[in-house]
Nanobody, 126 residues
Framework: VQLQASGGGLVQAGGSLRLSCAASGRTFSRSDMGWFRQAPGKEREFVAGITWSDGSTHYADSVKGRFTISRDSAKNTIYLQMNNLEPEDTAVYYC????????????????????WGQGTLVTVSS
């Protein structure tokens, strides 16, 4: 089972990036999935999550209105479209998948996720 995140890079403040997370070794079409990030010297934090059942989404307040999570179940891939990036968005971004179904209200909790990708670095310059 592998989650491969890609799409990170260096971008100026106000710019955009789209992250992708491709799953292999197991179908995640029935798994809730999420994006987390870890900035230097900080704890890993929730960014966005999406359910498998109806595509409901949930965002951290810090990215609401700027980031959009989506999924393509046929491609076993999720995306994170990041617009109007800020220097504070600089972090390693991780995708993750729940191993079992869970409450939507818990989708932001790190310990709800069983499978993790290796991370992709996003650097936003001011």
């Amino acid at each position: 089972v592998q989650l491969q995140a890609s799409g990170g890079g260096l971008v100026q403040a106000g710019g955009s990036l789209r992250l992708s997370c491709a799953a292999s070794g197991r179908t995640f079409s029935r798994s809730d999935m999420g994006w987390f990030r870890q900035a230097p010297g900080k704890e890993r934090e929730f960014v966005a999550g999406i359910t498998w059942s109806d595509g409901s989404t949930h965002y951290a307040d810090s990215v609401k209105g700027r980031f959009t999570i989506s999924r393509d179940s046929a491609k076993n891939t999720i995306y994170l479209q990041m617009n109007n990036l800020e220097p504070e968005d600089t972090a390693v971004y991780y995708c993750a998948a729940r191993g079992v179904s869970g409450s939507f209200h818990l989708i932001s909790l790190e310990n709800e996720y069983t499978y993790w990708g290796q991370g992709t670095l996003v650097t936003v310059s001011s």
